[in-house]
């Protein structure tokens, strides 16, 4: 993108500033046609509307014209006051502002997203009016829906120069530097947005997702509440302050604000499925369920949908229920790229060893450097009884990653079944050291009784019983080695 927006910022603060002293200009019905276009929301134009008039009389065409647009009850009832209550500042009060057609036509492309069908139509509106703000304005909001940043910037731009005093500019200019990853300056668009106008939800909105970008949850946090708490009903909000919470850790905030998201838009898909997913992370495995099931029920081709329910119930241990959705997934979409580990894990709990290694591979092409794949396809094969290429794929996991204690646990134990027993103990003390686990002490015990070292193995078994006293495998194994070694010394 060109970078331009420090001296643009410069420039329009500089103007904007000096023309907070001064009296702004008031509204037409073309403009807040435009605004409703561009998504700003009903309330923050009935405040408009009250701080600045409004120029000429709104009629009764105008009034049905700016419905279809999207203005509410509120915004109605503020443009007809405002018509009759003496505030009209223009040449010609008495005479209606006419809405061109084009914006109407753009308006509704917009309301159906069209984006690209809406920006057609604010081009030609901006052929008979180049020099409305609010078109430019519009018109950027187009080109942001399609991501056609550098355009909606130089569109965002023209609108700012030619109306400075309009915060929401700085607003849009700190959404588009947010979505290309470039944070201090949104934040500094955002923050210019409400020295403007403290009480603008959409800057303090847009703040908060420039703070989250550089990872200042708890910031942003408090954010998305301030533009809450000046704007209350905002679904897209409260998602993305359950977004936030969740970055910070806040699990029972997170739900919460979903299930607020939900409450306002129940149609709400991604935050039916974001729901899903936090439940899902606190083991609450049936709420999750339900929650994936309704966004499936509301996005039933999202492939992401399926793959997380999927994962739930193999987790919840209804590997039926997981082989069923995953099925379905990869028949509506072949080339998804996740899951199969889900999957091989359902084989594994049918012993369907065959078909599980073939879905443990194919997660090993989709991820090559994954030690967790690597290992799981190596515990896959070692119950198949390949036990050279089981050892083959769990020396790669260690390779791939020295400090995970289940790879060498693992290595460890595809080496012991193929007696390869110095090498074995060699892997398990490793295990041991990276994490002291019962089950890690275990397993070496096993293998220093299986090379006669009765002393070493039973001090391994009476830490296991010590670390997991409500395990009687061990005490009973620690039971089984004192015996044994009563009858050796015995003979």
Avoid at 100 to 112: G, I, N, T, V
Avoid at 219 to 233: D, M, Y
Avoid at 364 to 370: C, L, Y
Wanted: proline letters at 4%; glycine letters at 6%; hydrophobic letters at 40%.
């Amino acid at each position: 993108m060109k970078r331009k927006g420090l001296s643009v910022f410069v420039l329009c603060l500089g103007v904007a500033l000096a023309a907070r002293g001064s009296d702004r200009e008031p509204v037409n019905a073309v403009q807040i046609a435009a605004w409703l276009t561009a998504g700003i929301s009903n309330a923050r134009l009935v405040r408009i509307i009250q701080e600045r008039g409004v120029s000429r009389a709104v009629g009764k065409r105008q009034i049905r014209q700016l419905a279809s647009a999207g203005a509410d009850r509120n915004l109605i009832r503020a443009l007809k006051q405002s018509s009759h209550s003496g505030r009209l500042r223009g040449a010609n009060p008495g005479s209606p502002a006419q809405i061109p057609r084009s914006l109407l036509q753009a308006a509704a492309h917009a309301r159906a997203r069209h984006f690209h069908d809406a920006e057609l139509a604010l081009r030609e509106a901006l052929k008979s009016d180049s020099g409305d703000a609010s078109l430019h304005f519009a018109l950027a909001a187009m080109l942001r829906q399609q991501e056609q940043w550098d355009d909606a910037y130089d569109e965002v731009a023209m609108a700012a120069n030619l109306m400075p005093d309009f915060p929401e500019n700085h607003s849009a200019f700190a959404y588009i530097f947010y979505r290309l990853g470039d944070g201090p300056n949104a934040i500094a668009e955002a923050r210019t947005a409400l020295s403007m106008d403290p009480l603008n939800a959409e800057a303090y909105q847009f703040l908060a997702l420039a703070l989250y970008s550089n990872e200042q949850y708890s910031a942003a946090v408090h954010a998305f509440l301030e533009s809450l708490a000046r704007e209350g009903h905002n679904p897209e909000t409260y998602y993305d302050l359950g977004i936030a919470f969740h970055a910070a850790g806040n699990l029972n905030g997170a739900v919460d604000a979903y299930g607020e998201a939900i409450r306002l838009q129940p149609g709400f898909w991604q935050a039916h499925s974001n729901l899903g997913l936090i439940l899902h992370q606190q083991r609450k495995f049936d709420e999750a369920i339900a929650a994936y099931r309704e966004a499936k029920r509301l996005a039933p081709q999202e492939a992401s949908v399926r793959n997380n329910l999927a994962n739930t119930y193999c987790d919840k241990g209804d590997f039926d229920a997981a082989l069923l959705e995953l099925r379905e997934l990869y028949r509506q979409h072949p080339d998804w790229q996740q899951g199969h580990t889900c999957m091989a894990r359902a084989y594994m709990a049918k012993e369907d060893y065959p078909a599980a290694i073939g879905q443990f591979e194919l997660a090993v092409e989709q991820n090559p450097t994954g030690s967790a794949e690597h290992r799981m396809l190596g515990e896959a094969m070692l119950l198949d009884e390949r036990l050279d290429d089981g050892v083959r794929e769990l020396r790669l996991a260690v390779e791939l990653d020295p400090d995970s204690d289940a790879a060498h646990h693992a290595l460890g134990t595809a080496l012991f079944r193929q007696g390869q027993l110095p090498a074995a103990e060699k892997e398990f003390r490793e295990a041991l050291r990276l994490v002291p686990s019962p089950d890690n002490h275990f397993s070496l015990a096993a293998c220093l009784m299986t090379m006669d070292r009765y002393e070493e193995a039973l001090q391994e078994l009476e830490t296991a019983a010590r670390l997991d006293p409500a395990r009687t495998l061990y005490r009973t194994r620690r039971d089984e080695l004192l015996n044994l070694m009563k009858a050796t010394n015995s003979r």
